[in-house]
């Protein structure tokens, strides 16, 4: 009997544990974050993390991209709960209307997405709209004005900024250096010298930044 109850205690263990199974505890991980309908994690302003953080974490992804929209949440909550981190966003949207290397369309309509982003820290919202276009999901250019509305953006300065040479050039400019870095998927995660492709688990993010110089808040 007692052989048996300290099997099924180590059994217990190992299961909260995920000792025996870390996959396991990365599907829970994902498993929760897939059900959130919002991220609750979300901040405002143009900048994520610290502003004179020294791990700086390097995001590419694609507002129509659904694993983006996972691993968004993933990094507002590394920069919650951990400090001397600053995460800096850098669209590739998998979409020919702008990003050219592409052989075929992927996310058609992405490239727009990308421009309002970009256009919305010339209102210091950039992470603003970051929230909008993940958590909202706009099936339009109209929607996506009511919800930019509804958040309090200057919607006529949003809209020429979105259409301006000025954030044609940043977009193409974002795009050539996720090229230049071989890039052909979205999410891709850099810090320093890795590169990760995927959705990176939040225990393996957190302890790669720890790893960098990161500390606990």
């Known amino acids: 009997v007692a052989v048996v109850i300290a099997f099924c205690g180590f059994l217990f263990y190992t299961n909260k544990s995920y000792i025996l199974a870390p996959h396991m505890k990365q599907m829970g991980e994902f498993e929760k ?3 959130m309908k919002s991220n609750p994690y979300k901040t405002t302003g143009n900048i994520l993390g610290d502003a004179d953080g020294k791990v700086l974490v390097y995001i590419y992804s694609d507002y129509q991209c659904p694993a983006c929209s996972m691993f968004n949440i993933i990094i507002h909550k590394a920069a919650k709960e951990l400090k001397n981190v600053k995460i800096i966003h850098k669209n590739f949207p998998l979409d020919t209307s702008c990003n050219k290397t592409l052989k075929y369309q992927m996310h058609p309509g992405s490239c727009l997405l990308a421009k309002y982003a970009i256009a919305a820290g010339y209102q210091n919202k950039y992470w603003d709209m970051n929230n909008i276009l993940f958590d909202q999901k706009p099936k339009n250019e109209i929607q996506l004005l009511e919800f930019a509305q509804k958040s309090g953006f200057d919607i006529d300065k949003l809209q020429q900024d979105a259409k301006s040479k000025q954030v044609e050039e940043q977009l193409q400019a974002e795009l050539k250096l996720a090229n230049d870095n071989k ?16 959705v990176t688990p939040y225990s393996e ?8 110089g990161a500390e606990k808040r």
Not at 183 to 198: F, M
């Open 33 to 35: 974050i897939r059900r």
């Open 205 to 212: 993010l957190e302890k790669m930044l720890l790893e960098a």
């Open 183 to 198: 890039l052909n998927a979205t999410p891709v995660l850099q810090v320093g010298l890795k590169t990760i492709p995927g």
